[in-house]
Nanobody, 127 residues
Framework: QVQLVESGGGLVQAGGSLRLSCAAS????????MGWFRQAPGKERGFVSA????????YYTESVKGRFTISRDNAKNTVYLQMNSLKPEDTAVYYC????????????????????WGQGTQVTVSS
């Protein structure tokens, strides 16, 4: 089992920045691919970003490329999502997710790939 706890959400003006953290406990963190998803009111949960456990390869949804950066610190069992140039449309609950074992990179964008989920943290961007 892996437990995930997100933090760092809040209210920020458009153009501002936030850094989300996801602290993991349980099994060996550095063998898990980690992802961030978000869900806005009335919308489905969607992929934001992911990072592999081997080589630290990163993936982003098109709308956040160049603004968001995912990273991980295996020594701290933590994955981060640095969010810059935030827009009102980034407003959502952001969820951290983990997946162990080998998977193809294309699967990292899919909800059902992930075995473990955090409780979510609210990000609100005001215009």
């Amino acid at each position: 089992q892996v437990q995930l706890v997100e933090s760092g959400g809040g209210l920020v003006q458009a153009g501002g920045s936030l850094r989300l953290s996801c602290a993991a406990s349980g099994r060996t963190f550095n063998s898990y691919a980690m992802g961030w998803f978000r869900q806005a009111p009335g919308k489905e949960r969607g992929f934001v970003s992911a990072i592999t456990w081997s080589f630290g390869l990163t993936y982003y949804t098109e709308s956040v490329k160049g603004r968001f950066t995912i990273s991980r610190d295996n020594a701290k069992n933590t994955v981060y999502l640095q969010m810059n140039s935030l827009k009102p449309e980034d407003t959502a609950v952001y969820y951290c997710a983990a997946r162990g074992g080998r998977i193809i990179s294309a699967a990292l964008t899919t909800l059902t790939t992930y075995q473990y989920w955090g409780q979510g943290t609210q990000v609100t961007v005001s215009s």
